[in-house]
């Protein structure tokens, strides 16, 4: 997920708000909250596709994002999305709540794989345009470098020269913008870049109790830095703000360079009632990992994105990455699309043939191109930040990181799991924790084998539980005494089971 933008004239949700990259401006001086912002960044060489998604809560008038990018985007560097894919990729990397059952222990196994597969738990906005009688880019230092409508966006991209000149160039077209805007204008003016502005039509979209979910942007640029800028969006930020960012890039796992960067503790075994409270139990531990790391980036999911362990959702397919960016990294341009006419002629079964046809060619265009350059295995990493206005110095600026591995169900020395992350050789970390259920029937054999955990006895494999919309859910510091059942020395909680995760009590231990 990210940039970050500015978040002017948007007063925040009092619980914990997702950031935003750049910054929201109301028209007449309308008051906004920002509820939610996905971002999801593909990296490939000096190109960087980002995506975003943004839920906005406030009156239905025109509004508008302002962005900070490195240079003039014109029309086909932008587009619109889909929801679905957001939602799909944050399935996919949030931290989840597996279940497992004991397995007989008397059961002598043909052959074991170590968990693989093992399931769980207003009016019309006019275009955006500078008013001839005042706003001569002359007068402001402001110079309109392109100008187009995507969806229900009509954007326009600026350059300036001085940063109260933009200022009075957004405030004297209407929008009210917070005091001190102008010294966080002038660094990224200083850097030469551009000020992308998408103005929203509302009478394009639609509102449900207060919330407009507006189409999801998409755009690219090459610049040699691969950066997040933060800082605009603290102008009117009320106390801290959280930032989800995933980054897609081939064969690489992604780490911040100018903060310290920690990962999330994983493989903790919790009480059965966690089902209902582990939200709050995730967002606690989170905040206990902040405390003991400050100001930390933390890393909460590392892993091929073709591939998942037990899996939330389906992994990303090809059209998921072509979606997000694939096709622009790759230089081919967006897949072929067959149209098939009087679709109402063809027999039902026949035409479901047919469309598998027409799939199976296109995903093996999509396969040779990928292939051609460089290969299919994107690294999906979830990197989660909190900061305030005295936290954020500088904006998040991404580096290469090694492989690691951790929240498998893996033993790691014969007799405990993984609790953090270790060097491996591909990338396979996860925020995993489990419910366990310790075997409860006869123990009749000479040598038990305990600690083999698998489906429910009656059968099946219950989907795993992620945890989403974090920035909403208010944490709860006592939860993770009262849900730990696992030690987690990190912490200091001794738990109530090995890291086996069986029973103190079964082993004769208090």
Known sequence: MLERFLLFAVPLVSVSAQAFCGFYVAGGGASLFNDATQVVLMREGTKTVLSMQNNYRGPPENFAMVIPVPIVLQKENVKTLTKNIFDKVDQLAAPRLVEYWEQDPCYVPRSFSGGGGLGALSAKAAPMRAREDSAAPRDYGVQIEAQFTVGE??????????????????SDNKYKIPDGAAPIFRPYIQQGMKFFVARVDVTKVSFKDGIATLSPLRFHYDSEKFELPIRLGLINAKGEQDLIVHVLARNQRYEVANYPNATIPTNIDLVPSAKSEFGPFYVSLYEKTLKKNPK???????????????????????????????????GGGPLPEVEIKNRDLVPPEELAIVERGIQNVVNQVAYRRMYSKGGARFVLTRLHARYDKTSAGEDLVFKAATPIAGGREFLTDGKSLE????????????????????????????????????GPPQGGKPRPVAAEDLGLVKADAALTAKLVESPVSEFGLKGKKDRAGIPLAAQGKK
């Open 153 to 170: 966006y009509e954007i326009v991209v600026l350059s300036a020269k001085d940063a109260l000149g933009l200022e009075a160039w957004l």
């Open 419 to 454: 609790q953090g992350a270790v060097s491996y050789g591909t990338n396979n970390f996860q925020a995993r924790y489990a419910i366990r259920y310790p075997w409860e029937g006869a123990i009749s054999c000479a040598n038990p084998q305990r600690g083999r955990w698998g």
């Open 296 to 330: 930390a980036v933390v890393t909460e999911y590392a892993w091929d994105s073709s591939t998942c362990d037990p899996c939330p959702t389906p992994p990303l397919s090809m059209q998921d990455l072509m979606l997000l960016g694939l096709d622009v990294v790759d």
